[in-house]
């Protein structure tokens, strides 16, 4: 299942951290390009100025690149390589080992618990690595103390960076269902409409290009709240969303606009299956139910529109599906009108 673009915001703090880091990048790399290649080392000052070159180029596309965690990827991949490089080729220095402990940072800002894991095992391991053949070399005259510092750093950074990552995410993942889903029934709500009707119409395949509209409203729900009050009309929307949810088809999308009205998205339809599929929802909410020993008899109106034999927008389909749900209501009620 697509992200709907209103999580677009999770990629923004991404881009923004980016874009701090393809900085610091670029500064400090350029220092370090002229610094080895005044001090002899010519073959590593041209892979940190490819780096620097390559971070110049990410930083011109990065705001708008539909593949931010590709390159953001490939980006990790370039400065986490130099530096192993460094560390591998040159002898012991303190300083080179504190170059690792922004590979966890980095690694969970840009690319989140999963692949932030992935390169920081890695590259975290190949960095011990390097240590330990450093320390246990003929030729060491490493302090053991070094060791013991670049290690606990390194443990500590790793970890409060994994937590701060995880927990962050996890907030977002809850906050993102608060917004989107509706309290009571469970279903998407209104919020989520507008976006996930964008998202469905550029992910159907050109040959499927077909989308229909539902528009349900429950009849007479105000007397079901006057007689036996909104506690029981609660329990009566949550019973008709749960109807839904069992009968639409598993990429149908559910949603509680408020009140008493309802809305599906129902992608690779025709008109006539639509109706079908409205018919059945119909049929499956005409019947009485028992709530809190009171047997209530419900039914539904359901308006039905198509995109983009009616409309290219999602304000011109709904309009016209709500157009569809008043005639049904005006014409009897507890039924589908579909043209």
């Known amino acids: 299942m697509f992200r709907a673009k209103l999580w677009a915001n999770e990629l923004d703090y991404r881009r923004t951290v980016l874009k701090v880091v393809l900085c610091i990048i670029i500064f400090a790399g350029s220092i370090f390009v002229v610094?080895?290649?005044?001090?002899?080392f010519k073959v590593y000052a041209l892979i940190e100025l490819a780096v620097v070159l390559f971070s110049v180029g990410l930083l011109a596309i990065h705001k708008k690149t539909p593949n931010l965690t590709l390159w953001s990827?490939?980006?990790?991949?370039?400065?986490?390589?130099v530096i192993l490089i460094g560390i591998f080729t040159v002898a012991f220095k303190a300083a080179l080992y504190t170059w690792l402990f922004l590979i966890p940072v980095l690694s969970y800002l840009l690319l989140g618990i999963t692949l932030g894991n992935l390169f920081t095992c890695v590259y975290v391991i190949t960095g011990v690595v390097a240590l330990c053949k450093a320390l246990f070399s003929d030729s060491?005259?490493?302090?053991?103390?070094?060791?013991?510092?670049?290690?606990?750093?390194?443990?500590?950074i790793w970890a409060l960076s994994y937590t701060y990552e995880s927990k962050r995410a996890s907030m977002v993942k809850r906050l993102q269902q608060m917004a989107s889903l509706d309290p009571l029934t469970g279903l998407h709500n209104r919020l989520l409409l507008?976006?996930?009707?964008?998202?469905?119409?550029?992910?159907?395949?050109?040959?499927?290009?077909?989308?229909?509209?539902l528009l349900i409203d429950l009849d007479?729900?105000?007397?079901?709240?006057?007689?036996?009050?909104?506690?029981?009309?609660?329990?009566?929307?949550?019973e008709v969303a749960r109807l839904i949810n069992e009968t639409r088809r598993l990429n149908d999308w559910a949603f509680r606009l408020g009140g008493e009205e309802f809305c599906m998205l129902i992608p690779d339809t025709?008109?006539?299956?639509?109706?079908?599929?409205?018919?059945?929802?119909?049929?499956?909410?005409?019947?009485?139910?028992?709530?809190?020993?009171?047997?209530?008899?419900?039914?539904?109106?359901?308006?039905?529109?198509?995109?983009p034999e009616d409309g290219?927008?999602?304000?011109?389909?709904?309009?016209?599906?709500d157009e569809r749900l008043y005639r049904a209501k005006e014409t009897g009620r507890n039924k589908v009108i579909a043209r």
């Not at 507008?194 to 509209?213: A, Y």
């Not at 007479?220 to 949550?238: A, R, S, T």
């Not at 059945?280 to 039914?299: H, V």
């Open 35 to 40: 610094n080895n290649w005044l001090n002899g």
């Open 312 to 321: 290219q927008t999602l304000n011109q389909i709904y309009k016209l599906a």
């Open 140 to 156: 060491s005259e490493i302090p053991l103390i070094s060791v013991v510092n670049i290690s606990l750093c390194l443990s500590a």
């Open 194 to 213: 507008d976006s996930s009707f964008e998202m469905l119409c550029e992910s159907l395949p050109e040959q499927h290009q077909t989308m229909s509209m």
């Open 270 to 307: 025709s008109e006539q299956q639509a109706q079908n599929i409205a018919e059945r929802i119909r049929l499956a909410i005409e019947k009485d139910i028992m709530i809190k020993n009171e047997d209530l008899t419900i039914s539904v109106s359901i308006g039905v529109s198509h995109w």
């Open 73 to 81: 990827s490939l980006f990790l991949f370039a400065v986490y390589t």
């Open 220 to 238: 007479h729900f105000k007397k079901v709240n006057d007689k036996y009050g909104h506690d029981i009309g609660d329990k009566v929307l949550i």
